[in-house]
């Protein structure tokens, strides 16, 4: 079982719709949150960091870490065509480095 | 700007080769990273490196190794190159520790094919 599960999708929404994407996973070690976006042909981009358990936000995006529930959560307001691309979550036990990816969520908005 | 380049976007190769996968970083950071990404499976972690004379392995690394000779460059090595081994590959470096160290910056991947 990996340790960091994510449905593959693809979810597609219509343009202006909240897209809510998450994450569960199983390591209690697990201490640093990252959502990261890869658009088509392109290496994974760092779109939000959390540490521990909380919300974040960054403009149309937030970001939940639920420890108690080992639930991450991504959340995008107002979508646009342009965030069409695939989230893949991910979780380490350390700030630097070796991180566990989920399988990636493809999210499709349609205009 | 931050940039992580890897060698070849398309690579094609027959069983039982051995072949290198090359990426170089500009920004001088500490931490280099060698991931393969499968549909379903997401990515994961071959080998890694925090410094030039440290490498450590990942979660899959077997029929893999790695080079480091210098901090800019990690370099893939298949031995003998399988079937099972046909993925997208994706360098990655980060900054190391004691800095803003946890976002990773990505290159843009290596498609290759095995026959």
């Known amino acids: 079982q990996k340790e960091v599960e994510q449905d593959p999708g693809p979810l597609s929404v219509p343009e202006g719709a909240i897209v809510s994407l998450n994450c569960t996973y199983s390591?209690?070690?697990?201490?640093?949150f990252m959502w990261y976006r890869q658009y088509s042909r392109k290496g994974p981009e760092l779109l939000m960091y959390?540490?521990?358990?909380g919300n974040k936000e960054d403009g149309r995006f937030t970001a939940q870490v639920d420890k108690s529930s080992k639930y991450i959560s991504l959340f995008i307001r107002d979508s646009q065509p342009s965030d069409s691309a695939t989230y893949l979550c991910?979780?380490?036990?350390?700030?630097?480095?070796?991180?566990?990816f989920g399988a990636g969520t493809q999210v499709v908005v349609t205009p | 700007d931050v940039k992580v380049t890897q060698s070849s976007r398309y690579l094609v190769k027959r069983t039982g080769e051995k072949v290198f996968l090359e990426c170089v970083q500009d920004?001088?950071?500490?931490?280099m990273f060698w991931y393969r990404q499968d549909p379903g499976l997401g990515l994961r972690l071959i080998y890694f490196?925090?410094?030039?004379?440290?490498?450590e392995k990942g979660d899959i690394p077997e029929g893999y190794s790695v080079s480091r000779e210098k901090k800019e460059r990690f370099s893939l090595i298949l031995e003998s190159a399988s079937t099972s081994q046909t993925s997208m590959y994706l360098c990655?470096?980060?900054?190391?520790?004691?800095?803003?160290?946890?976002?990773?910056?990505f290159g843009p991947g290596t498609r290759l094919t095995v026959t």
């Open positions: 490196s925090y410094d030039v004379k440290m490498k």
């Open positions: 991910a979780t380490s036990t350390d700030s630097w480095g070796k991180l566990q």
């Open positions: 390591n209690s070690a697990f201490q640093y």
């Open positions: 990655a470096s980060s900054l190391g520790v004691g800095g803003s160290d946890y976002e990773q910056y």
């Open positions: 920004m001088d950071h500490e931490n």
């Open positions: 959390t540490y521990s358990s």
